[in-house]
């Protein structure tokens, strides 16, 4: 069974926010955050939507319908999108390591350089 207040705790201590940190962030006292965390009360919709945006989460992350963390790629170029792709289809497809970098992960360390040596 899902546990609701554990998956805020492990977010807000995982953020090194303190309860009332996060209440000020959502618009709710540090008792009423404890509460939620000790699954004494459930957060109104307009609460689990600041709450998922505070720590960059999906609602269905936050609530536990989807397992899995999202990344935003909010703010980035679309070429920077494309090499944050590149590189999750790296490490997915790659089961295991091997020596050394395969010509396929040269490619992306060559991306990820000349897109950043460039622009900071």
């Given at each position: 069974?899902?546990?609701?207040g554990?998956?805020?705790?492990?977010?807000?201590?995982?953020?090194?926010?303190?309860?009332?940190?996060?209440?000020?962030?959502?618009?709710?006292?540090?008792?009423?955050?404890?509460?939620?965390?000790?699954n004494?009360?459930?957060?109104?919709?307009?609460?689990?939507?600041?709450?998922?945006?505070?720590?960059?989460?999906?609602?269905?992350?936050?609530?536990?319908?989807?397992?899995?963390?999202?990344?935003?790629?909010?703010?980035?170029?679309?070429?920077?999108?494309?090499?944050?792709?590149?590189?999750?289809?790296?490490?997915?497809?790659?089961?295991?390591l091997?020596?050394?970098?395969?010509?396929?992960?040269?490619?992306?360390?060559?991306?990820?350089?000349?897109?950043?040596?460039?622009?900071?």
């Open positions: 069974m899902f546990d609701f554990l998956r805020i705790r492990e977010l807000r201590e995982s953020h090194k926010f303190s309860q009332e940190e996060l209440g000020r962030k959502v618009g709710r006292s540090k008792s009423v955050i404890s509460s939620y965390e000790n004494l009360k459930i957060p109104p919709l307009e609460i689990l939507t600041n709450i998922a945006v505070v720590f960059n989460v999906s609602l269905d992350y936050l609530v536990g319908i989807d397992k899995e963390e999202m990344v935003s790629v909010k703010g980035i170029t679309e070429k920077q999108k494309k090499i944050i792709n590149i590189i999750l289809l790296e490490f997915k497809e790659k089961s295991s091997t020596n050394g970098l395969s010509e396929r992960q040269q490619e992306i360390l060559t991306l990820l350089m000349n897109e950043f040596s460039t622009r900071y």
